[in-house]
């Protein structure tokens, strides 16, 4: 395992397990349990993944120590603002079932997130939480953000793959000390990403699966990665990234596969802003 340092001076692993989009309950128990026996030390959960009560029971159940279990979540959008954002925290922690949370990030850069970050300060402020950051923060909003608060965000997550590199959203973090985490580092099986000619090449040259190779491209970036599959073998393979390197060939052979844009959706759209900014995920 690799870890990173963030701006606070807290150990970060540079790979997670993420448990967006497992299709049911039972099977998120079941992986993050499966994640925790492979070796895995991060769980990335949210409080619109519906399935924090999951995470936390698999945490309880495995035996491992809960300070060596990095566990984020997510405050989702219908809940920003101050006292709504405190509220929120305090139902992810009783789902989870935890005593202190290591991140707490907010969501998506819409709403009152201002009211939101203020509120997670306060928390951080109090212990609650080891750190805090954000999702899919664009440059300006990540400025703007940090710029007119008192505490600047620790991570930012955001949508990273061989597809989209954010190449000038990770020189950003770099300059102002925020670390860069991604999120859909598969880019969500988009283009047959797993069969690309160029990334299966790379593979074969050094005995790795495709997905190993994506892995670790973005860790010697210093992207942290939060892969999600539900099948052991696989959570295995994913984890196994830290017994080779790619040479500097191997590095801008995948730069060129950068389009520039997402192969998932559009977070510029504003119809995308009004789906998101209308999403409910309870009453």
Same mark, same amino acid.
């Given at each position: 395992?690799?870890?990173?340092?963030?701006?606070?001076?807290?150990?970060?692993?540079?790979?997670?397990?993420?448990?967006?989009?497992?299709?049911?309950?039972?099977?998120?128990?079941?992986?993050? *349990?499966?994640?925790?026996?492979?070796?895995?030390?991060?769980?990335?959960?949210?409080?619109?993944?519906?399935?924090?009560?999951?995470?936390?029971?698999?945490?309880?159940? *495995?035996?491992?120590?809960?300070?060596?279990?990095?566990?984020?979540?997510?405050?989702?959008?219908?809940?920003?603002?101050?006292?709504?954002?405190?509220?929120?925290?305090?139902? *992810?922690?009783?789902? @989870?079932?935890?005593?202190? @949370?290591?991140?707490? @990030?907010?969501?998506?850069?819409?709403?009152?997130?201002?009211?939101?970050?203020?509120?997670?300060?306060?928390?951080?402020?109090?212990?609650?939480?080891?750190?805090?950051?954000?999702?899919?923060?664009?440059?300006?909003?990540?400025?703007?953000?940090?710029?007119?608060? $008192?505490?600047?965000?620790?991570?930012?997550?955001?949508?990273?793959?061989?597809?989209?590199?954010?190449?000038?959203?990770?020189?950003?973090?770099?300059?102002?000390?925020?670390?860069?985490?991604?999120?859909?580092?598969?880019? $969500?099986?988009?283009?047959?990403?797993?069969?690309?000619?160029?990334?299966? $090449?790379?593979? %074969?040259?050094?005995?790795?699966?495709?997905?190993?190779?994506?892995?670790?491209? @973005?860790?010697?970036?210093?992207? %942290?990665?939060?892969?999600?599959?539900?099948?052991? $073998?696989?959570?295995?393979?994913?984890?196994? %990234?830290?017994?080779?390197?790619?040479?500097?060939?191997?590095?801008?052979?995948?730069?060129?596969?950068?389009?520039?844009?997402?192969?998932?959706?559009?977070?510029?759209?504003?119809?995308?802003?009004?789906?998101?900014?209308?999403?409910?995920?309870?009453?």
């Amino acid at each position: 395992m690799e870890y990173t340092t963030l701006n606070n001076g807290v150990r970060m692993p540079m790979i997670g397990f993420g448990v967006y989009q497992i299709p049911n309950k039972k099977a998120t128990e079941e992986a993050v *349990s499966a994640a925790l026996e492979v070796g895995y030390r991060m769980i990335d959960t949210a409080a619109a993944y519906m399935n924090e009560d999951e995470v936390g029971a698999a945490i309880r159940k *495995s035996g491992v120590k809960r300070e060596d279990v990095f566990v984020t979540t997510k405050l989702w959008v219908q809940d920003y603002g101050y006292e709504k954002a405190l509220k929120a925290f305090d139902t *992810s922690m009783k789902n @989870l079932g935890l005593d202190y @949370l290591d991140l707490y @990030l907010i969501h998506k850069p819409y709403g009152d997130y201002y009211g939101a970050w203020r509120a997670m300060e306060k928390l951080y402020k109090e212990g609650r939480i080891r750190a805090i950051g954000v999702t899919s923060f664009w440059n300006e909003r990540l400025a703007d953000l940090f710029n007119m608060n $008192e505490i600047k965000p620790a991570v930012n997550q955001i949508e990273t793959n061989v597809w989209n590199q954010k190449r000038s959203e990770a020189a950003f973090m770099a300059e102002h000390g925020i670390q860069h985490e991604a999120w859909a580092p598969f880019a $969500e099986g988009q283009n047959n990403v797993f069969e690309n000619a160029i990334i299966k $090449e790379i593979a %074969v040259k050094h005995g790795k699966t495709t997905g190993q190779i994506m892995l670790r491209w @973005l860790i010697q970036r210093n992207v %942290v990665v939060i892969p999600k599959t539900i099948h052991k $073998e696989r959570m295995a393979d994913n984890f196994n %990234v830290f017994d080779f390197f790619l040479d500097e060939i191997d590095m801008e052979r995948i730069k060129e596969l950068d389009t520039g844009k997402s192969p998932i959706y559009d977070e510029m759209d504003p119809k995308m802003a009004f789906y998101i900014g209308q999403l409910k995920i309870h009453e």
